[in-house]
């Protein structure tokens, strides 16, 4: 295994369809990308557009090399078909798809921004770096340094500010943030001698600001007084007597060729401003402009990665909640099924994402009645996690002798008057009892299997409709007499659905012919004989809704 180059933060910054980001480090090479456990959890899609391991990333002679790993729609950077491509920092990866992730290498490091530093320096006149210039150089070498460091970052800014005032000899300087919609609040403020200033009591120019932004450039001016009309009249500059004014808009580095194209060759989406002022007129030399845009850009790059950070921790403490939730959820499902005298009964639930919409239950309601039933919430995710777990308590009422079809025209009533939910649920839930006489209500779920004498039938096909979608259904008990040894085969609608590569699906006919023969197998062979069968169907693609399965059968010893 390649190790890591110790300088910098190697990593991916992760672009999905509706716009949402969060930056995934690359602790290892090679580095795997791909949809499924096979990714080894580096870097896993959830699409079943995507191949279980569609790509690489490796580490050779100090750079980063992307690699196809057999991705069917090929896979791209900055729009070109590649099988294997060294990587720079922006390249964007695509993987042959529309409305899919978009990945952006990010490689940028403290060591980076030297040569950027170098050509400054470079550029600065002997004159300048005799009066003072090479102090101002030493604060900018530090200032990048700290904006490199993982000190916490509300230190990090307040230094840069500290050495930004200190640089223009200015009385104040703010830190200020733009929001999603481009207005601009005081993040950060300091005062000379690094002492702080609430952000509520500060007042920067406006007129200042909007020419920066207009512009698009830094807005430096020595003496308001020597300044354009407009400034020099500005309502704040005039009540709070300044004299100098420094504004720097700052941009992300741009991220990709489309960026570039639009005529920002090196600048990205806008981040926020550093404004400086003082109530005595400043004289900025060269080397001040210099260390001021050297700066502006290493400020703007501390920004704009804090952001990733702060996206990325947003991201796992969702993340925890929602394995908090499947934890919940997986607890509430049965597990190691007792044994009941009439019948005997094995399931399981497989959630196509963290958490997911179907459960099944099975409970006694009396010492010869038991109830068992199957529930698949419209939906996915943690909204319809909750509506399960939400039905799982209005049905386990039943224990204490509620009459079922009232207990699903309650539900049925609560879930439509509360239409902001904005979900519904097909149910099948049965009650056996000891002589074999099964009661049911089917919610316009899929009907069970029954295999009896080695037939397959579906004898549950009517029914009403999902609980929670029309507020007048009427939910009635229907009846029909078990026989020893017959079989029962629940499911949701996610076997008959899974869909191999080329998306066609598993359907009812294919499913009942891996039922067919099997009406006195074990049900924990039977079990497997399905999830074994879809599985070497989808042939390891992706699939968009869980699967569940709950197998009951009638005790012939019961009937005897």
Known sequence: MSGIPASGEIGLEVIASGG???FVRITESPFFIGRGGDTGKHLQLSDPRISRQCAAIVSEDGRWHLEDCGQRHGIFVNGQKIKRRVLNDGDVITFGVEDFYELIFRS??????????????EHITATDAGSGGLHKLNLLLEATTLLHSRLPLESVLGTMLDHAITVTDADRGLLLEADASGSLRVRLARRKGGRHLPPEDVAPSQTALRAALEQQASVITEDVAQAEADLQLAQSIVAQRLRAVVVIPLYAMARSSSEESEGHSKRGHFLGVVYLDSRRPAAFSKLDRRILDA????AASILDNARLVERE??????EQEIGIARDIQQALLPRGFRDFPHLAVTGINLPCLTVGGDYFDVFPVSDDRTAFLIADVSGKGLGAALLTTMLQGALSGMTIGADP???????????????????YATVFFGILDRGGHLEFINAGHPSPFLLRRGEVAEPFTEGSY???LVPGAEYVTARLKLQPEDTLVLFSDGVTEAMDPSEQMFGVPRFRDVLAGQHDAPLGHLQKSVLESVESFTRGAGQADD????????RAAAAS
């Open 405 to 423: 079809a009232t207990v699903f025209n309650h539900i049925n009533r609560f879930l439509c008057e509360h239409a902001e939910v904005g979900r």
């Open 547 to 554: 699967i569940t399965l709950l197998l009951v059968r009638y």
């Open 466 to 468: 999902p609980v929670g």
């Open 295 to 298: 700066l502006g850009t290493e």
């Open 108 to 121: 940028s490091s403290a060591d980076t921004s030297i040569p950027d530093i170098l050509d400054r320096i």
């Open 313 to 318: 921790r947003e991201r796992q403490r969702m």
């Open 20 to 22: 949402s980001r969060r």
